[in-house]
């Protein structure tokens, strides 16, 4: 981790503010196939509102990087779907922060919630074909090429597998 030291902290909706200032950075910096006209719209869609919703549902969760100052360098925010699956909404490491074992840890964070929360599977959709092997190494699956997707970008499709069998309590509720 090459001395680095951060940690890691649920997030919350008093992160909305943080954790939008991080998205439109890294959608500046990281996606320049979103500029100039995407990367507004993702900011205003994605925005301090949107993540105060997101984080106020149970089925939701984000986890945030913090350097030693307490300022946000890296996020990670989970949507619960039904059926056991959860989608990864967003994962952002700050550039200078990368290869620190920062996103390794915020993915290990997110995956023992997830099962914490009885979810058995969860997929992500990434922009940049460098990426996928970061996923890879980090037990995702590439499914697929998803073309001219939102605005007309190509996504590619990853996938984990959390638990090899859902949870019973899933079924559960559906049969009260």
Do not use: C
Request: hydrophobic share 40%; net charge positive.
């Amino acid at each position: 981790m090459n001395g680095m030291k951060f940690k890691i902290k649920k997030l919350n909706s008093k992160h909305a503010a943080v954790i939008h200032s991080l998205i439109k950075g890294s959608l500046k910096e990281d996606f320049p196939i979103y500029l100039p006209r995407i990367a507004p719209i993702y900011a205003k869609i994605f925005n301090e509102k949107f993540f105060r919703k997101f984080l106020n549902r149970k089925t939701n969760a984000g986890f945030g990087a913090f350097d030693q100052k307490n300022n946000l360098i890296a996020s990670v925010e989970a949507r619960g779907d039904f059926g056991g699956v959860a989608f990864v909404e967003w994962f952002i490491v700050k550039k200078v922060f990368r290869s620190m074992g920062v996103g390794t840890s915020l993915l290990k964070k997110v995956d023992q919630w997830l099962i914490k929360h009885k979810y058995h599977y969860e997929y992500l959709y990434t922009e940049t074909e460098k990426n996928i092997n970061f996923y890879k190494k980090r037990g995702f699956e590439y499914v697929g090429l998803q073309k001219k997707a939102w605005f007309g970008i190509d996504e590619h499709l990853m996938q984990k597998v959390l638990r090899e069998k859902p949870f019973e309590e899933i079924f559960e509720k559906y049969y009260k």
